[in-house]
């Protein structure tokens, strides 16, 4: 069974950090580019970041570029996303995925709200 679990999520103020994880089991994790998207209220959602199944990051969203780092250690089958300088524009639901040619898998989401 596929299993994707985000967790790290919480209410932080402006400036500050969080580090989101997401746990995965039930697919070869190695062979899976993995990517978070976000997704606030009324909008749609949005790819964040991407790490290729080598490690390499990809694809930083503008609005994150220089603030946010994509990770992963495949030895623990778990994608990372370090979040810096957050701003209340954050604010969304993080969700993690992953993808392999037509293979795709989702997470159920953590929180981050950014308030003061």
């Known amino acids: 069974q596929v299993q994707l679990v985000e967790s790290g999520g919480t209410l932080v103020q402006p400036g500050g950090s969080l580090r989101l994880s997401c746990v995965t089991s039930g697919f070869t994790f190695s062979s899976y580019a993995m990517r978070w998207y976000r997704q606030a209220p009324g909008n749609e959602r949005e790819l964040v970041a991407t790490v290729t199944s080598s490690g390499v990051p990809l694809n930083y969203a503008a609005s994150v570029k220089g603030r946010f780092t994509i990770s992963r250690d495949n030895a623990k089958s778990t994608v990372y996303l370090q979040m810096n300088s957050l701003k209340p524009e954050d604010t969304a639901v993080y969700y993690c995925?992953?993808?392999?040619?037509?293979?795709?898998?989702w997470g159920q989401g953590t929180q981050v709200t950014v308030s003061s």
């Open positions: 995925n992953a993808v392999r040619q037509r293979d795709v898998y």
